[in-house]
């Protein structure tokens, strides 16, 4: 009974110096903290701005001096390409087009990408 308790028990802390060892990129190919890039997380506001400026660029209007296009509320009512499920795959490709790439959307609808 001792030896399988003893046994466990180096396992047990091999295991665990081989983590912290595979962590601090001492072993292994890049699996640490900082491996897999720039990530970017958008919220769902941010991807609806980035949707009605696309609409609005296509439709040839110019934003402000702060980047944001302003489309009056009727007029987002009659064009089919302002509903949320149209603009969703156009905003994507709006960020994909800044060389981030799609990878999830969570359960609160913020998106994220990875550079």
Not at 61 to 69: C, I, L, Q, R, T
Request: net charge negative.
């Amino acid at each position: 009974m001792k030896s399988t308790v003893i046994s466990l028990l180096i396992v047990a802390v091999l295991v665990g110096i081989i983590n912290l060892l595979a962590t601090l990129d001492v072993i292994g190919g890049g699996g640490g903290a900082n491996a897999g890039g720039d990530y970017l997380v958008l919220s769902p506001q941010k991807m609806d701005e980035l949707g009605f400026a696309s609409i609005a660029e296509e439709d040839g209007m110019k934003p402000d001096e702060n980047g944001a296009v302003t489309l009056k509320r009727e007029d987002i009512a009659k064009d089919p390409r302002a509903y949320r499920p149209n603009m969703v795959p156009r905003s994507i490709e709006e960020v994909e087009k800044q060389g981030y790439t799609f990878i999830a959307v969570t359960s609160d609808n913020h998106y994220i990408f990875r550079k």
